[in-house]
């Protein structure tokens, strides 16, 4: 998949079927409309494109509003890929960006630049200045641009309607299974791996420490998490830890802290992601080394009955 920053990093595009939106997380709903932009595109032999903004617009409209995304743009990109997209193109949501209107909105951005021959849209979809586009507005400009227009409707798991903010709230209460089932795909964090205290090793814990780059990167609350680690490609068995060690002191900055099981590589500064699994238990204050040890070997037990029950 080529990944293109702006439209100057386009290549020329003679045809191609097209989809808009933010695809926070890429979740079971945004994968719906993919697939059929991408069969759609197979199908007639041309381009498939995903259109998708950085920053996200509801951050540009409301800057105060702290928006947590489910996914890096690097992750969205990979999420893509699997699903076979050709093309995603990243565009920068800016004043100007925001201030098209729906009729240049489709002629000057979508037609110019993308040549659809089909706009794959999710219910709700609206662009333009002041949100005035939507489905019936591309309908009604079809004929005279050649194109056609689908629109996808919304998808429910286990009678839940999917959306980004429901997956969001499932994470912000450490529902990582429930979030994981409407994500079709385990939720990430991805960065790479840097050096901490050495504590672990120590005590026989050692721990790959995750400095995440993205400062709108959604990070669940603090705890103990089952976990997966994928490393050139290989998944380990893991733990993870999020908090501020308050058995070490109690004003230390939060730390992302991986414990991969049976795991001996030297793995500093190399690119590390970590599928969250399940919240196995809060945080807590320990009295001394030897009770963090104890309560890591039963983490330890307990994340790996997690594995036997569960088929990955």
């Known amino acids: ?54 920053p996200h617009p509801r951050v540009f409209f409301n800057p105060q509003e702290k928006v947590p995304l489910l996914t890096s743009t690097a992750e969205k990109g990979d999420l893509l890929a699997n699903l076979g997209v050709d093309i995603l193109l990243v565009m920068e949501f800016n004043a100007d960006f925001a201030n098209l209107s729906a009729e240049d909105y489709i002629a000057d951005f979508l037609v110019k630049n993308l040549s659809p021959k089909l706009i794959v849209i999710g219910y709700d979809h609206h662009f333009g200045r002041q949100r005035r586009g939507n489905l019936d507005f591309l309908k009604n400009r079809s004929e005279f641009f050649a194109y056609e227009v689908e629109e996808i409707a919304p998808r429910d798991v286990d009678n839940l309607v999917v959306s980004s903010t429901k997956i969001r709230n499932f994470l912000s209460k450490k529902q990582i299974e429930q979030a994981n089932k409407l994500l079709n795909h385990n939720f990430s964090l991805s960065g790479t791996v840097v050096k901490g205290q050495q504590i672990g090793h120590k005590i026989g814990f050692p721990t790959a420490n995750l400095y ?72 807590k204050k320990l009295s001394n080394l030897q009770e963090l040890t104890a309560q890591l070997e039963e983490d330890k037990r307990q994340s790996l009955l997690f594995f036997e029950n569960h088929q990955l």
């Open 212 to 283: 995440i780059a993205e400062s709108q990167k959604l990070v669940p609350p603090e705890g103990i998490y089952v976990a997966m680690a994928v490393l050139n490609q290989q998944k380990y068995k893991a733990m993870l830890y999020i908090g501020r060690r308050p058995t070490l002191d109690n004003n230390l900055a939060q730390t992302i802290e991986l414990h991969i099981f049976d795991f001996a590589q030297d793995i500093y500064f190399q690119p590390l992601r970590i599928e969250l699994l399940a919240h196995l238990r809060e945080d």
């Open 1 to 54: 998949m080529q990944v293109c920053f702006g439209i100057q990093q386009l290549p020329p595009i003679n045809a191609s079927v097209v989809t808009i939106g933010s695809f926070d997380g890429v979740h079971f709903g945004h994968q719906q409309i993919i697939k059929k932009v991408v069969a759609e595109a197979q199908k007639r032999q041309i381009l498939s494109i995903v259109v998708s903004f950085e």
